[in-house]
């Protein structure tokens, strides 16, 4: 079965600090990756898709075939990036989600 | 309104009521999703509908039913839910399946 791994349940960094969230996943097709964000009272939306290769609220994310990664990254940090995030496979007429990745900005 | 809404946004139910949830889609898409999003399980994929018809169940209890009577709406029935069914049930819709999710806010349910 394809699968989406985010190795890291809680990732705490200082504000201004660099953060990369990490994602892998599994399929040998072509695939569709997205990064969804969830903040705290808010519904689940849509941050970024691979095909766009647009930076949005400062991340990006580059997809990676060869070690079939598509990491979130953002320079520096701000508290207001606190949140959950979901890195997500589209394959054919399939969506999954990864397990969630917390991040947590300190000040 | 556009986009995902979702009715009610908080329940509290006994063990033997009945209950629905309700989804409405704006977004002239044509696959549906009911997912469980708990503190033990982030985010659980329940149901999947596409053209009215269900393609996916993932192992859900018969206690939860879902009704999909067209493309713009989607209803999750509950009766005589446990304790540990208490989270966020989140609807979701796309243009088809496969394709990128647009949720709604969610109903948070909690069930003494």
């Known amino acids: 079965a394809q699968r989406v791994t985010q190795p890291e349940k809680l990732l705490s960094v200082f504000k201004g600090a660099p953060v990369e969230l990490k994602c892998n996943y599994s399929y040998s097709g072509s695939p569709e990756l997205f990064w969804y964000v969830q903040y705290s009272r808010q519904r689940l939306q849509l941050l970024l898709r691979h095909i766009s290769r647009e930076s949005i609220k400062g991340f990006t994310a580059d997809l990676n075939k060869g070690e079939t990664s598509f990491h979130l990254k953002k320079p520096f940090a701000q508290e207001e990036d606190s949140a959950m995030y979901y890195c997500a496979l589209g394959y054919g007429q399939n969506f999954v989600f990864g397990p969630g990745t917390r991040l947590s900005v300190l000040p | ?112």
């Open chain 2, 1 to 112: 309104e556009t986009g995902v809404t979702q009715t009610p946004r908080h329940l509290v139910m006994g063990m033997t009521n009945k209950k629905s949830l309700k989804c409405e889609q704006h977004l002239g898409h044509n696959a549906m999703y009911w997912y469980k999003q708990s503190a033990k399980k982030p985010l659980e994929l329940m149901f999947v509908y596409s053209l009215e018809e269900r393609v996916e169940n993932n192992s859900v209890p018969s206690r939860f039913s879902p009704e999909c009577p067209n493309s713009s709406h989607l209803f999750l029935h509950l009766h005589t839910l446990q304790p540990e069914d208490s989270a966020l049930y989140l609807c979701a819709s796309s243009h088809v399946r496969g394709n990128e999710q647009f949720f709604g806010p969610g109903t948070r349910l909690t069930v003494l």
